[in-house]
């Protein structure tokens, strides 16, 4: 780990730029934030384009290093900065590999083919820029549904994180979908309520939180109150 990390993480506003907030908060890294938001025009200036020419957020520099996708941004800042008493990822190799499906699996069936589909398809999202499809959405909504059976049996046995008795950056990837999930009211299983209450009293989600508010949220537009 280097002893003074240069971060500067882009992005706020949404359920993917959260992740990376969180992680640098669970390691009590100290970073600059670039407030830009999705859908403000922000991510396709020329200088943002640059840096990132996939035009999305979250993006994380670290000195001279850039790396997108909040899943693998949130691993590297896990594997680069975590520590004996804050690591975010397993050390043995079957731990990690366990670790492995788990962001796969969520990132992949959670994220990608359920919560993000109803998003791009949802008349009041997405939808007019890339098709309004309500069928679409509810498919989604209860193949999600369908795949947190996984998180439900794995939860049964009374663990308190995705790993077991250790917080990863499995769980960070895990909450901010079932968050996403609650607020589009798609219903998550039993196991998971309690422990999303679990993981939303942690400082560091709370920091995150506040972290990723969009500033328009705080600043009112000239001339409105
Ligand atoms: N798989 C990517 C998805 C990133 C993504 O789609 N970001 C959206 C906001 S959540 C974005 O930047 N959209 C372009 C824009 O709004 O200008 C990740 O997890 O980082």
Request: aromatic share 10%.
């Amino acid at each position: 780990m280097s002893d003074n990390p240069d971060l500067t993480l882009w992005g706020v506003g949404t359920s993917r730029t959260v992740r990376p907030h969180w992680a640098m908060h669970e390691l009590g890294l100290a970073y600059k934030v670039k407030p830009i938001g999705p859908r403000t025009g922000e991510t396709k200036t020329p200088e943002y384009t640059r840096l990132n020419p996939r035009q999305k957020i979250p993006l994380l520099q670290d000195g001279d290093f850039r790396i997108g996708e909040s899943a693998a941004i949130v691993a590297y800042l896990s594997r680069m900065y975590s520590t004996p008493e804050r690591a975010l990822i397993p050390e043995s190799t079957r731990d990690y590999a366990a670790w492995l499906e788990w962001c796969f699996f969520i990132v992949t069936e959670l994220d990608s083919t359920s919560l993000y589909v109803m998003r791009r398809h949802s008349a009041d999202a997405l939808g007019p820029i890339y098709g309004v499809a309500p069928e679409v959405v509810a498919q989604a909504a209860e193949y999600f549904r369908a795949q947190l059976r996984h998180v439900e049996v794995a939860l049964a046995d009374g663990r308190q994180f995705l790993m077991g008795d250790r917080f990863s950056s499995a769980d960070i990837l895990l909450t901010t979908c079932l968050d996403w999930a609650v607020a589009y009211g798609v219903g998550i299983c039993n196991n998971a309520q309690p422990y999303l209450e679990r993981m939303r009293s942690r400082e560091a989600y709370l920091r995150a939180a506040a972290a990723n508010a969009p500033l328009a949220s705080i600043t009112p537009m000239p001339g409105k109150a």
